[in-house]
């Protein structure tokens, strides 16, 4: 069965970077689009971006573009999300999904990780 | 980039009842709908994709419908299980984007 499990929760500063792993197993991992969802507290569901893992291309939610950098490493099945120069508005639980296999359905979620909670404060 | 319109926000019911969510989008998505489900403390579900195809052991008391702009997501009798928050989100075109939630709540 598709599981998709995320690293730890961070506790960052103000200005740092974070670093989220979401490890796939379960499927052909380069076959599907991978997304990060984000979710601040009490707040509803924002998408950031997905990567191709095949590719490796990439596509990002306009706000977070030139502060957040999709990759992936097909070898280990795992997919990572850097977000930079945090502030404490990127308080969130962080979550890695699975799209769908095509364009057509490429943002069509269908396993979701456990979710990372990550917290700025100074 | 599409915005989604879900409604309401919020809404108490009592087990048994009939309830529905709407999500209405800025332009036409072409069924491009789906319907998740979140308890508290959990990741999303998937429940329905394509507007109206229900996801593989999702009770038949949910139903979805739609075309076009609007799209609807009904619990036909309410079980204490359904409790949660329902988002809806377009996968029409990237950005994918949400509706805000809709919290179920016991009344």
């Known amino acids: 069965q598709v599981h998709l499990v995320q690293s730890g929760a961070e506790v960052k500063e103000p200005g740092a970077s974070v670093k989220v792993s979401c490890k796939a197993s379960?499927?052909?991992?380069?076959?599907?689009?991978l997304h990060w969802v984000r979710q601040a507290p009490g707040q509803g569901l924002e998408w950031v971006g997905w990567?191709?893992?095949?590719?490796?291309?990439?596509y990002y939610a306009r706000k977070f573009q030139g502060r957040v950098t999709m990759t992936r490493d097909t070898s280990i099945t795992t997919a990572y999300m850097d977000l930079s120069r945090l502030t404490s508005d990127d308080t969130a639980v962080y979550y890695c999904?699975?799209?769908?296999?095509?364009?057509?359905?490429?943002?069509?979620?269908?396993?979701w990780g456990q979710g990372t909670l990550v917290t700025v404060s100074s | 980039d599409i915005q989604m319109t879900q409604s309401p926000s919020s809404l108490s019911a009592s087990v048994g009842d009939r309830v529905t969510i709407t999500c209405r989008a800025s332009q036409g998505i072409s069924n491009s709908l789906a319907w998740y489900q979140q308890k508290r403390g959990q990741a999303p579900k998937l429940l329905v994709s394509a507007a109206s195809r229900l996801e593989r052991g999702v009770p038949s008391r949910f139903s979805a419908r739609g075309s076009g702009t609007d799209y609807t997501l009904t619990i036909s009798s309410l079980q204490p299980e359904d409790f949660a928050t329902y988002h809806c989100?377009?996968?029409?075109?990237?950005?994918?984007?949400f509706g805000q939630g809709t919290k179920v709540e016991m009344k």
């Open positions: 379960g499927y052909t991992f380069v076959n599907y689009y």
């Open positions: 989100q377009q996968y029409y075109g990237p950005p994918q984007t």
């Open positions: 999904t699975r799209g769908g296999g095509s364009i057509t359905s490429a943002g069509l979620l269908d396993y």
């Open positions: 990567i191709i893992p095949n590719t490796g291309a990439t």
